[in-house]
C-alpha cells in the first residue's frame, strides 16, 4: 500500500463536464475510503482538529472507516457538523484540517474531506439520521437565515433540546447552498436537501418566504412571538462593484445574481421562467471561489469565458482545486489585468471591456502585493457580458429596523467572536453577516459557537 499518497478520486472528464451541470468530483466508493483511512496514523495530539472550524473528531470517524462501519463514523461526524456532505465537497480542507494533517510532512495528507463526503454519502443512502435531544427544555429560539450559519446552530439548539423555527426570505431553505454554489459543485437535490432534511428532522421548524425586517421585526419575534433568544445568520448578499464607467450596461451581472438565477432558478432550462443571459463571450473579475463558479456556469452555457484578476496566479484566493478544474475546463485567465471601464454599443449593451495590463509592487495591508497599473498598457477586450464577482457585504435591513444592533462602518453586525452575542440582550449572531463574505465552514463554526452562547444564556 502507498502510504504516502492519496487515493485518487475519480472525476468526470473536463471535456464532458464542461457540457453539464453534473458533479465534478464522483467521490470514494467504500473500497477506496477503507483504503485511504488506512493511511491515517491516529495522532493522539490530532491538529487535524484544531484546523476543522466545527471540531470535528477526524481521527475518530477515520478510524471508524477503517473497521468498515460507516454508521458509526457518520454519528462521529454529525455530533460536530450538520452538513457534512455539503462540508466534504465545498471546505477549503487544504488550507483547514488537510493543511495541518502530520501525514502531508512527507507525503500527501489524508484525503479527509473525500472521507467525510463519502461517510455522508453513504448514511443519506442507507436512511441513517443524526441522533437528537433526549430532552426538550421548553424554550424557543428563533434562527434568521437558512444557510450554513443558521442551519447548523439550529441543527445545535434542537440536539440540545430547544424549540427552534428558522425564518428564510427566500421561497427555498438553504441560504448560499442553493443559490450560490452551482450543481456541479453542491448537487441540490442529492445533497443540500437531504442535510436540511436532517436537521428538520431533530424538530427545526424552517419558515419560508419570511423577510424579517419587513414582515416581522426581531423585536417583535421576542415581545409579541415568544421567543427567548434569536440568532441572525442572514448572510452577505449585497453585492458589491467597481464603479468604473459603463457599468450600468445591459449585460453586466452581479457575481450573485447571476448565480441565484442559474442554481435557485433553474434559468439555464430553456423553458425558465427567470431566463440568463447566455452571453458568447463572458468576462468574469474576480478570482475567489464565487469567480470560479460564476465563470464556469458561463462555460456550461455555452461561453468562451475569461477570468479577469488583477493579480497574479499565487495571489487568487480562490482554491487550488477550483482554479484547476477551471483551467481543465477550458477558462481562459486573464491575471494582471484590471478592467477600467465597460463599453455598451447604441442600445446600451456589452460590446466591450477595455483593461489595463498590471505589474505587482509592494505588499499591501493583506499581505499581499499591490497590483500597479502599467503606463500605456490599455486594450479593449471583446466581451458581450461581464459578471462581477467583487466579494458582498451584509443586507442593512435586518440591523435598521431592531433596536439596540450595533453594526461597524462595513454594515457588519458587532458580535462576540467566541459565542457571537450581539449589543442586543438576547440575540446572537455569526457568519457572514458578521465577518462579511467568507467559507461555509466558517459560517458553520460561527453558527456552532453561538448555539452553546444561547445555550449558556437560557441556561442561567
Same mark, same amino acid.
Given at each position: ?63 471508524? !472507516? ?6 458509526? +463514523? ?24 488537510? =493543511? ?7 507525503? /500527501? ?12 454519502? $453513504? ?11 433526549? /430532552? ?5 429560539? +428563533? ?10 446552530? +439550529? ?12 425564518? /428564510? @426570505? ?7 447552498? !442553493? ?55 442572514? =448572510? ?49 473579475? =474576480?478570482?475567489?471561489? !464565487?469567480?470560479?463558479? @460564476? ?22 484566493? +480562490? ?29 446600451? $449593451? ?53 433596536? =439596540?444592533?450595533?453594526?461597524?462602518? $462595513?454594515k457588519c453586525i458587532i458580535a462576540d467572536e467566541e459565542q457571537g452575542k450581539t449589543t442586543k440582550e438576547g440575540v446572537y449572531a455569526g457568519g457572514d453577516a458578521v465577518t462579511g463574505a467568507a467559507t461555509v465552514i466558517l459560517a458553520m463554526g460561527a453558527g456552532k459557537a453561538a448555539a452553546k452562547g444561547i445555550d449558556e444564556y437560557l441556561s442561567r
Amino acid at each position: 500500500m502507498d502510504v504516502l499518497n492519496k487515493v485518487p478520486v475519480r472525476e468526470q472528464d473536463a471535456k464532458v463536464r464542461a457540457t453539464n451541470f453534473e458533479e465534478v468530483c464522483l467521490g470514494y466508493n467504500k473500497e477506496e475510503a477503507m483504503s485511504e483511512a488506512e493511511r491515517c496514523i491516529n495522532c493522539k495530539n490530532a491538529q487535524c482538529i484544531k484546523g476543522c472550524p466545527v471540531a470535528i473528531d477526524i481521527p475518530g470517524f477515520i478510524e471508524k !472507516v477503517k473497521t468498515g462501519d460507516i454508521e458509526a +463514523a457518520y454519528q462521529v461526524i454529525s455530533e460536530a457538523s450538520a452538513l457534512p456532505a455539503v462540508c466534504g465537497r465545498v471546505c477549503p480542507q487544504e488550507s483547514q484540517c488537510e =493543511g495541518k494533517c502530520i501525514r502531508g510532512i512527507k507525503g /500527501e495528507p489524508i484525503s479527509i474531506g473525500k472521507l467525510e463526503r463519502f461517510v455522508a454519502d $453513504w448514511a443519506r443512502e442507507n436512511n441513517v439520521k443524526p441522533e437528537g435531544a433526549k /430532552e426538550k427544555k421548553g424554550k424557543r429560539v +428563533a434562527v434568521i437565515g437558512s444557510g450554513p450559519a443558521g442551519l447548523t446552530c +439550529a441543527g445545535d439548539l434542537a440536539k440540545m433540546g430547544y424549540d427552534v423555527t428558522i425564518f /428564510e @426570505a427566500l421561497h427555498e431553505a438553504g441560504g448560499v447552498l !442553493v443559490y450560490g454554489i452551482p450543481e456541479f459543485r453542491l448537487p441540490k437535490q442529492a445533497v443540500v436537501e437531504k442535510e436540511i432534511e436532517n436537521v428538520k428532522s431533530l424538530g427545526v421548524k424552517i419558515e419560508t418566504n419570511v423577510v424579517i425586517g419587513k414582515a416581522v421585526t426581531i423585536d417583535e419575534l421576542m415581545q409579541e412571538e415568544g421567543f427567548d433568544a434569536v440568532f441572525i445568520g442572514s =448572510g452577505a448578499g449585497l453585492p458589491k462593484f467597481m464603479g468604473i464607467p459603463g457599468e450600468q450596461a445591459n449585460g453586466v451581472f452581479s457575481a450573485n445574481e447571476y448565480l441565484t438565477r442559474s442554481n435557485l432558478m433553474k434559468a439555464f432550462n430553456e423553458d425558465s421562467n427567470t431566463p440568463i443571459m447566455r452571453g458568447k463571450e463572458v468576462a468574469v473579475v =474576480g478570482g475567489g471561489n !464565487v469567480a470560479m463558479d @460564476a465563470a464556469r456556469t458561463a462555460l456550461r452555457l455555452g461561453a468562451k469565458v475569461h477570468i479577469v484578476y488583477r493579480r497574479s496566479e499565487e495571489e487568487l484566493p +480562490a482554491r487550488v482545486e477550483e482554479v484547476h478544474h477551471a483551467k481543465e475546463e477550458g477558462i481562459i485567465f486573464d491575471l494582471l489585468t484590471n478592467p477600467v471601464e465597460i463599453i455598451a454599443d447604441e442600445n446600451g $449593451w456589452v460590446c466591450g471591456m477595455k483593461c489595463i495590463r498590471m505589474e505587482l509592487g509592494e505588499p499591501d495591508d493583506s499581505g499581499r502585493r499591490r497590483p500597479v497599473e502599467i503606463p500605456d498598457s490599455e486594450f479593449v477586450m471583446n466581451v458581450d457580458t461581464v459578471i462581477m464577482s467583487l466579494g458582498t457585504s451584509p443586507n442593512p435591513l435586518i440591523s435598521s429596523t431592531t433596536e =439596540g444592533l450595533e453594526v461597524n462602518k $462595513w454594515k457588519c453586525i458587532i458580535a462576540d467572536e467566541e459565542q457571537g452575542k450581539t449589543t442586543k440582550e438576547g440575540v446572537y449572531a455569526g457568519g457572514d453577516a458578521v465577518t462579511g463574505a467568507a467559507t461555509v465552514i466558517l459560517a458553520m463554526g460561527a453558527g456552532k459557537a453561538a448555539a452553546k452562547g444561547i445555550d449558556e444564556y437560557l441556561s442561567r
